[in-house]
C-alpha cells in the first residue's frame, strides 16, 4: 500500500503520530469505507469491520498489495495467510495441543509457572530506574513462548534479531528495498532455525508444542514439515510481539492515570476488566492489513470492488461512539463492550487465552512496584510500526 500526503491513513503510518493515532481515528470514522490513491479500501466503524470481519467474501490469501513473506523464500503460508478450507484444518492440528478442547488445561496450569517467572523479573530490577519493556514486559512472553514451542531460550537474541528485521516489512507502506533484502534474509534464517528445532522435535519428541505438532496423529493428520514451519515462525512471533504491546501499554495506562492503580491495588481482581479495556482502548494491534475482496461488497454506502486490498482499522472500530458510550474514556468498571482487540470470525487470535493470562499476572505482580514509579519520558520512545504499536521503551525512576 502506498499513501498520499495528505491521507488520513497515511498520517496513521508516519512515526511522528506513533505516540497518538486516536484523533486521527476519530476523523477517519467520519468516512467508515473510504479509498487510497493505490485502491486500497479502509475501513475504519465498528458494525462494518465486524461485519467484514464474518464475511466469506473476504480472503486473507493472495493480496494483491502485498505476497505473504514465507512465499517469497518458499515456504507456504502459515493458517493466518489462508481460507477455509486449508484454515480450518490448519488451525484444528495446531489447537489440539494447545487449548480446549484437546488440551483444556494447558493454559490454565501455566500460571504458577507465570507467577513465578515475573516474580524473579520484578526481583531482578535495579534500585533507581527500569524500563519496563526490556526488564518486564519483552521478557515474560518471550520465556513463556520458548517454553512452550520448546525453544532454547539461549538463543532469544538470535531470534529476537530476525524478528526485529522481519517485521519492518510489515506496516502496510512500500519498504524501501534494502528493508526488503534484509527481512527476506532474516525470515530465511529465523525458518531454517526453527526447521532444524522441528527436525530434532521429530526425531526425539519432548513435552512442547513443537513435539506434540510434529508427533500427533489425530483426525486432520500431521502438517507437512513446510506446514509446521511456517506454523512455529507464526506462534514464535505472535506469541510474543503482541503480548509485549499488551502489558506496556497497560502500565503506561496505570502510570498516567494512577486512579486505576490505586483501585487494582485494592482490588486485584479488577485486572481482569481492566486488560479488556485495554484491548478496546490501546489495543496493541492496531489494524489488519492485506485482506481481499472476492466479489462486490456494498458497505456503509461504497461499492468495494472485487480483487480490492483492504485494510481493517480495529482500534478506530474499538472507538467507535456508535458501539461504545464516550469511547475514549477508560475505564475498566464501565458494562461489558466486544470490543476488536483480538480480532473476530474465523482469524480470532489464536493465543487470546494465553495473551490474557500473561497480562493479568504482570499486572498484578507490577502494581506493587508501579505505585512507587513514576514516568521518566511521555511520550515514551515507540516502535516504529503501525500495525504492532507499542511503546519501544518504558522507563520509570523507582522513587
Known amino acids: ?74 515456504l507456504p503460508p502459515s493458517f493466518l495467510r489462508l481460507d477455509p478450507p486449508d484454515h480450518d484444518r ?23 509457572a507465570l507467577e513465578g517467572i515475573v516474580g524473579r523479573l520484578l526481583g ?28 532454547p531460550i539461549e538463543d532469544e537474541p538470535r531470534f529476537r534479531a530476525w524478528i526485529d528485521t522481519a517485521l519492518q516489512t510489515i506496516d502496510p507502506h512500500r519498504p524501501r528495498p534494502d528493508q526488503v533484502d534484509a527481512a527476506h534474509a532474516a525470515f530465511r534464517e529465523l525458518s531454517d532455525y526453527l526447521g532444524d528445532l522441528v527436525d530434532r522435535r521429530a526425531a526425539e519428541p519432548g513435552d512442547d508444542l513443537l513435539s506434540a505438532l510434529a508427533t500427533d496423529d489425530g483426525p486432520d493428520g500431521r502438517m507437512t514439515r513446510e506446514q509446521l514451519v511456517s506454523t512455529a515462525v507464526l506462534l514464535l512471533i505472535a506469541g510474543h510481539e503482541t503480548t509485549v504491546n499488551l502489558i506496556a501499554n497497560s502500565a503506561l495506562i496505570l502510570l498516567r492515570q494512577p486512579v486505576w492503580l490505586e483501585r487494582l491495588l485494592d482490588d486485584p481482581d479488577l485486572v481482569v476488566p481492566f486488560v479488556e479495556e485495554v484491548l478496546r482502548w ?31 482499522v480495529l482500534a478506530a472500530g474499538n472507538r467507535d461512539p456508535q458501539h461504545v458510550t464516550d469511547p475514549d474514556r477508560f475505564d475498566p468498571q464501565r458494562r461489558p463492550v466486544q470490543h476488536l482487540g483480538f480480532g473476530d470470525g474465523i482469524h480470532y487470535c489464536f493465543g487470546a487465552p494465553l495473551a490474557r493470562l500473561e497480562a493479568q499476572v504482570a499486572l498484578r505482580g507490577l502494581a506493587p512496584m508501579l505505585a512507587n514509579a513514576r514516568l521518566l519520558e511521555d511520550p515514551p520512545a515507540y516502535r516504529i510500526s503501525a500495525v504492532l504499536r507499542g511503546p519501544r521503551h518504558l522507563r520509570v525512576a523507582l522513587d
Not at 42 to 68: C, G, K, M, Q, Y
Not at 92 to 102: D, S
Not at 124 to 151: H, N, R, S
Open 1 to 74: 500500500m502506498t499513501t498520499t500526503v495528505g491521507s488520513i491513513f497515511g498520517a496513521v503510518l508516519d512515526p511522528v503520530n506513533r505516540h497518538n493515532p486516536y484523533p486521527l481515528y476519530t476523523a477517519m470514522r467520519r468516512t467508515p469505507v473510504s479509498r487510497e490513491p493505490d485502491g486500497t479500501y479502509i475501513v475504519s466503524t465498528f458494525r462494518e469491520i465486524s461485519a467484514l470481519l464474518h464475511d466469506p467474501r473476504i480472503s486473507s490469501a493472495n493480496n494483491p498489495v502485498r505476497e505473504d513473506l514465507p512465499a517469497q523464500i518458499g
Open 90 to 112: 490448519l488451525r484444528r492440528i495446531a489447537t489440539r495441543p494447545f487449548g480446549p478442547p484437546h488440551s483444556p488445561h494447558r493454559i490454565d496450569d501455566l500460571q504458577p
Open 124 to 151: 531482578d530490577f535495579p534500585g533507581a530506574t527500569a524500563d519496563l519493556v526490556d526488564q518486564f514486559a519483552y521478557p515474560l512472553p518471550v520465556l513463556v513462548i520458548t517454553q512452550l514451542l520448546g525453544v
Open 282 to 312: 490501546d489495543p496493541p494491534v492496531q489494524f489488519l492489513p492485506w485482506r481481499t475482496a472476492l466479489a462486490d461488497i456494498e458497505l456503509a454506502g461504497t461499492t468495494i470492488p472485487k480483487g480490492a486490498s483492504i485494510t481493517l
